[in-house]
């Protein structure tokens, strides 16, 4: 969906480097999302915000941070990267009430060595 | 396109069948559940949801139903067509907390044969 952009699209970082993850939309949604998809599995929730000021841990927030810059903006961060963390990335939003239609980013591909 | 899983459960499907994905889920408190598909490359999309309180829901070509006695969950897609194939997922909600978080299944790749 055009609407939610990620960027970079694909990243091959080694362990301890720090790496932001950047997702834009312009869909005027006040959710945002960050989930992880690792091979196997579902998608797993790192991080969520309801809007600027609301940032809520998911299910497994450790190891990453966020920052909602704006309400288009909302930026995943690796404070020291590790191999584990290697895995597809999607931002997502939703509008305020209807949550369970979520609007997916391409999705990131991070790959650390 | 992206590899989302390499060892998810696979139906195949003739072009023109209908195909069946189920899902089995297993908090009976959850309110909400979801069904998505997603295409290689890309992220998942939304096809359709249900209430707890319904146990059928029509969609364009798409069916989903609900039997809570055994907590499954199934999409039923009508005419299957090679656009169909995809992997996709059942969700439901966070029930108990008000943050309205979603719960993802692991998936069923959908592979349908010309």
């Known amino acids: 969906d055009a609407d939610v952009t990620q960027t970079p699209r694909n990243r091959i970082t080694k362990t301890g480097k720090r790496i932001m993850l950047e997702c834009s939309q312009t869909?005027?949604?006040?959710?945002m999302y960050w989930y992880r998809q690792d091979p196997g599995l579902g998608l797993r929730l790192i991080y969520y915000?309801?809007?600027?000021?609301?940032?809520n841990k998911g299910e497994i927030s450790d190891g990453y941070s966020v920052s909602r810059q704006a309400q288009a903006k909302f930026s995943l961060s690796l404070e020291s990267a590790i191999p584990n963390q290697t895995a597809l990335y999607f931002c997502?939003?939703?509008?305020?009430?209807?949550?369970?239609?979520?609007?997916f980013g391409p999705g990131t591909r991070l790959t650390v060595l | 396109g992206e590899s989302v899983g390499l060892h998810l459960p696979t139906l195949s499907v003739q072009e023109g069948d209908n195909s069946i994905i189920n899902c089995a889920y297993s908090?009976?408190?959850?309110?909400?559940f979801i069904w998505y598909k997603q295409e290689s490359g890309k992220g998942p999309q939304f096809i359709i949801d249900?209430?707890?309180?319904?146990d059928k829901r029509q969609g364009q070509r798409v069916t989903v139903l609900l039997n809570k006695t055994v907590k499954h969950l199934s999409l039923q897609i009508a005419a299957t067509q090679p656009g169909d194939s995809a992997v996709y997922f059942c969700?439901?909600?966070?029930?108990?907390?008000?943050?309205?978080?979603?719960?993802f299944g692991s998936g069923t790749r959908l592979l349908v044969r010309p």
């Open positions: 997502a939003t939703s509008v305020r009430d209807t949550y369970n239609e979520q609007f």
């Open positions: 869909k005027g949604h006040d959710r």
């Open positions: 915000s309801f809007d600027v000021k609301d940032i």
């Open positions: 908090n009976s408190a959850s309110d909400y």
């Open positions: 249900i209430r707890s309180n319904m």
């Open positions: 969700a439901e909600n966070n029930p108990g907390d008000s943050s309205y978080k979603l719960i």
